[in-house]
């Protein structure tokens, strides 16, 4: 008699949909690998649809900014951290209402849409993407793995293994912060996981064998087997049952008492252990079955437990004792010298310096304050020098009551000055100028360690004149990471200072790099020359008249900031943002301001020969009478901008972007135009060429040289305006193209 064989389920959808169409054609692995990619997809497309439109709505939406949502902020910072990319400014951005909405909808979808994801799984043993492709995944006793495997299988054994070990070797191998690797090596450690199929006799990955788990072809759909065969029981003395796999089908035979195999059809295949299970572990009855041991171990217990607190509580006593001992005795010395101090009159000018000096030596938290408390007070000069140089030795703890008392006397300064007598404007000035000195003085002493130091609008400016003159001097010093914001830092000596460094990681370009913030400072006349300020927050900056030649400045942000009359020969501006900000009369010679952002900025009678601006955004930017000489403005985007009266000879113009730009009286003798788009530029009274000088006796002006002449080979002059007779006819012979040429021929 024939072994009967496993048919397939009648009730079985074949050709209805394409996924259904695809789990016939598709082999097992193909349908495998196509469900997770589709899982990715759905994950990743959560999150991005939302966030690109959150994007859109950001530069597009004209409703009023609102601060990025605080939930956004720490997201972003977290994964910044994680990835090692710089911040910077995206902390303190605004961005439209809508923006906040989708990006927040960008946070919730994908945790929306893997929960639903990973409960599908717990409880059918299908995500969606995996029921479309007819895979399942199941125990070995055939059941849905349940949610709590479900998240273990997905969680650690698919992605948190692969990602982990490929996150660590980037991390502490030398690759960071290059994300690039990063991902090669996620890639590399996601392919070897799912490797392990290969090398699996029941084609297990590893998050299968991490979990317990098995794929199987969901369309084979079993029905149940008899209860005899689920539950384990026997199905006759001499019944067996055989199982046996054919081509990826199960198939069985079941012999009864005749020894003949009887028609019975297994459609389930139930997967046990055939080893003797293990009794559990039970502590109540191992006490029960020893309970003089058990007793034993109680005792021995509690009395260690009772001796270790007694110990340790004795051990506390004692320490505490000690501590407010040695409290006591740092207080009697210190009310002892202040006590000194008080009693000391003003006259006894080498006792009251002595009694601040030890004051100062003191490892007493109430000194500092005391000390800056004291010198808002003092009246006598050599008293005022000794409390500065007390603070000085103080170090860095001093910094914050001294800024503090800064800004204080800075108040007084401007009431006095109104209403004070030359005597009391005298005393706070000097006062001011003491704080001044020590603030300087403990930046000098501990350079490169004062991270995150804080002397937000601090009075730091220059006095030349009286009694109380100061002029900051922290020339080749590293001042990364020091709040500088709103303060008053004129005629300040900053050459070679560093004011950009790496952070705890010690690696450039990452999340933790110290950047200096200037926001607002005034450094009018300060002289920069060749300091670092990469990356530098320089938003609404003074700078009128600084020296910033040979400073690196890219990447910072000049937003609004007042650059009128500053030298910045030699720049680093590269990627700089100087949206709107004011650089009347700047001198930019050879300065590099490639790819930076000078839109609606104010250059009016700039001088920047030679100065690089390839991609630049200088749209609607105002250059009226400026010298742009043999300037490189290749490929930058000049889009209505004002270049009327510039000097523009021996500039390089391919392919710029001059849409409706204003370039009236300009002298583009010797520039390359060539590719350059001048749709609605307005060219009246352009100079395309120079002509010799006339001679005092020479009656007849000699025609332009041709090596003087403009570039516009192919330059597409027909929607350019105000174009004179003499212009079109340059156009026209030397290979421009205009409406006019065709005419004329």
Known sequence: MASPSIKRSQNQEVGQSLPLRLRWVLPMVMRRCAAVVVEVSLVAGSALIPYSIGWYAKDHSKAEAVPLNPVLASTEEAIAKTLGYPLREQLTQEVAPLTNLFWCGALVMPVVVTGWQLYLLGKTGKTTPKRWFGVQVVTAYGHPPGLIRAIWREAVGRWGVPMGTAYLLWRYTGAFPDVGILLGLAGLMLLAESSCYLFNSRRRTLHDQLAGTYVLDARNNFSSYPNSVQTGRSLGRDQTVTLDMEDG?????????????????????????????????????????????????????????????????????????????????DNQVFLGLVKQLSSTPGNAIEERQGVILALARLDDTRAVPFLVDLLAQEKTPSAIDALQQALVSKGPEALTPLQRLNQALQNDQETLRRRGTPQSQL???????????????????????????????????????????????????????????????????????????????????????????????????????????????????????????????????????????????????????????????????????????????????????????????????????????????????????????????????????????????????????????????????????????????????????????????????????????????????????????????
């Open 427 to 745: 005393l706070v000035a000097l006062r001011q100028r003491a704080t001044k000195r020590a603030i300087a003085k403990i930046l000098t002493i501990y350079t490169g360690q004062l991270h995150e130091t804080d002397l937000s609008r601090t009075e730091l400016s220059q006095v030349s004149s009286g009694s109380a003159q100061f002029t900051l001097v922290l020339d080749n010093l590293i001042l990364s990471g020091i709040n500088f914001r709103s303060a008053k830092l004129t005629n300040a000596s900053l050459r070679n200072s560093i004011f950009y460094g790496p952070g705890n990681d010690e690696r450039l370009g990452t999340f933790d790099d110290w950047i200096v913030d200037l926001s607002g400072a005034d450094l009018r006349e300060a002289d920069l020359t060749g300091s670092n300020l990469t990356n530098a927050l320089l938003n609404g900056t003074n700078l009128m008249r600084a020296t910033l030649s040979r400073a690196k400045l890219s990447n910072s942000r000049l937003r609004n900031a007042n650059l009128s009359s500053t030298e910045l020969i030699s720049t680093d501006l590269r990627q700089a943002v100087l949206e709107n900000a004011s650089l009347t009369g700047a001198h930019l010679g050879e300065a590099r301001l490639a790819r930076a952002n000078l839109h609606g900025a104010r250059l009016g009678q700039v001088k920047a020969v030679r100065s690089d601006f390839t991609f630049a955004n200088l749209s609607e930017s105002n250059w009226h009478s400026a010298d742009l000489s043999e300037a490189n403005l290749s490929n930058a985007d000049l889009r209505e901008a004002d270049l009327s009266s510039t000097k523009l000879t021996g500039a390089d113009l391919r392919n710029a972007q001059l849409q409706n730009a204003t370039l009236r009286n300009s002298n583009l003798s010797t520039a390359d135009l060539r590719g350059a788009n001048l749709a609605g530029a307005d060219l009246q009274g352009v100079n395309f060429a120079s002509a010799p000088r006339v001679q005092s006796n020479q009656f007849l002006a000699k025609p332009p040289i041709a090596t003087s002449a403009a570039r516009i080979k192919g330059v597409n002059f027909a929607q350019a305006i105000n174009l004179g007779t003499e212009q079109l006819k340059f156009i026209c012979n030397n290979g421009g193209r205009h409406p006019q040429c065709l005419n004329d021929r």
């Open 249 to 329: 089908w199960y198939s069985s035979q079941e012999e009864g008492s005749t020894g003949q195999p009887s028609n019975r059809t297994v459609t389930t295949i139930v997967l046990t252990s055939q080893a003797p299970r293990r009794q559990p572990l039970n502590l109540w009855l191992w006490m029960r079955r020893y309970p003089g041991l058990t007793l034993l171990i109680i005792a021995f217990a509690s009395m260690a437990s009772i001796l270790g607190t007694f110990v340790g509580t004795q051990i506390y006593i004692q320490s505490q004792a000690n501590r407010r001992e040695f409290k006591n005795q």
